[in-house]
């Protein structure tokens, strides 16, 4: 199935985790696919990964046939470095079809909200929601609205925008704000004939996971009805088909991908 062939796609953090279940899932459907990871060092490190699954990554300027991923740095946050980004797929591709907006900040160890540095919180919204936003605008203004075939976005955003976790004040507020975003730029982008859908994961299988205790794991896997944590190709199937003319109808959908745990009143081994 190449449900992209002859589209060019653009994957923000594709350097690791489920960014490389979706930079593959494009490159496999017939899509070349641009990804960047946020410094030289992590987008050199995907690009070897990459090419660890079989598939033809350039990391310079090479003639089209010669590559299926191109990856170059590109810290979306900075607005320089998006501009540079853009510079690089308009003069090498000279297009774009679809942009996945998958980049993030985690916001990992900021602490509780009355002891995290506001510095932090202001850094996880500078990548989630306005570096996402600042992608859209050069996606759509540069592309999409000057194409006969309009583009689409799809944002990776998550369940804890609508089921908080603890300590993760910047993460959950920014998945909300992307949310939101998608709202938003769905009700203003749609009558441009550009659609605008988001994918919200719960728990996903990350390198996180090969450290955690299995007395953990185990437990995590228990507020998931189906019994298991997404892999990054469950994401990658989700945001293919958002981006795809199956779903060509739809805009400004959040589409849950968490194993059911938002259906849920309490996990098992407490509601029982």
Known sequence: M??????????????????????????????????????????????????????????????????????????ISDGAQVSALFDAI?????????????????????????????????????????????????????FFVKQETRGCVVFLSSNTARRAIRNRTSYCASKGAINSLVRSLALDLGPLGIRVNCCAPGYIRTERWNTLDPAVAARRRKNCPLGREATGADIAGVVAFLASDDASNMSGEIVTVDAGCSCQHMPIDVDC
């Not at 070349?32 to 690009?47: E, H, P, Y």
């Not at 350039?58 to 990856?71: H, I, M, N, Y």
């Not at 510095?119 to 859209?136: C, Q």
């Open 2 to 75: 190449e449900r992209f062939k002859n589209k060019v796609a653009l994957v923000t953090g594709g350097s690791r985790n489920s960014g490389l279940d979706l930079v593959e899932r494009f490159a496999r459907e017939g899509a070349k696919v641009w990804t960047c990871g946020s410094s030289a060092a992590s987008t050199a490190k995907g690009a070897e990964a990459l090419s660890a699954r079989g598939l033809a990554v350039a990391t310079e300027p090479a003639p089209d046939g010669a590559w299926q991923v191109r990856a170059m740095p590109c810290d």
């Open 90 to 142: 308009e003069r090498e591709s000279g297009r774009l079809d679809v942009l996945v907006n998958n980049a993030a900040n985690q916001g990992i160890g900021q602490g509780g909200p009355l002891d995290m540095d506001p510095a932090g919180f202001l850094d996880v919204f500078k990548t989630n929601v306005f570096g996402g936003f600042r992608v859209t605008q050069q996606a759509c203004r540069r």
